[in-house]
């Protein structure tokens, strides 16, 4: 399904659908939780897939674009993603210290939002949250 949004994305925006572009979307959508850019290029070569590490690059703002993917930082400094399509919503808590990701959703905070945006005539289209810190594992090394 994602595959497909993908490709009507391409449509709605004049663009073509290569057999390389269809290629590193459906394996994007089969990588679980957070990956980079390297990650995907290898998980296709792992697959014996050829591909060109150049067409990921060009073809991850576009993935990014169509929605079903989404950028996390982390905090390694560059860019992690994570598929979107078919998943449901939810924010980051990230580490700064081990780089541990935490997944959580609150529906108190999406409510907040969603009253911030009607308060002041706002169409909320997405949003990203991200919450830098320490987990428990390195808050309590850093006391001790």
Known sequence: MGVEA???????????LTRERETIAGEALAMKGHFDMDELYVGLLNRGIKVSKAS?????PLL?????IEEVERTDKHA??????G???????????CGKV?????????????RLCRE????GASHTLEIRGYCKKCSTMKKG
């Open 87 to 97: 998943q449901a919503h939810h924010d980051h808590m990230l580490c700064v210290s």
């Open 6 to 16: 993908f490709r009507q994305y391409l449509k709605e925006h004049g663009l073509k």
């Open 102 to 114: 935490l997944e959580f959703y609150s529906d108190e905070l999406e409510k907040l939002q969603e």
């Open 56 to 60: 990921v690059y060009r073809t991850l």
């Open 64 to 68: 990014l674009d169509s929605g079903i």
């Open 80 to 85: 992690h993603y994570e598929r979107t399509h």
């Open 120 to 123: 002041r005539s706002f169409t």
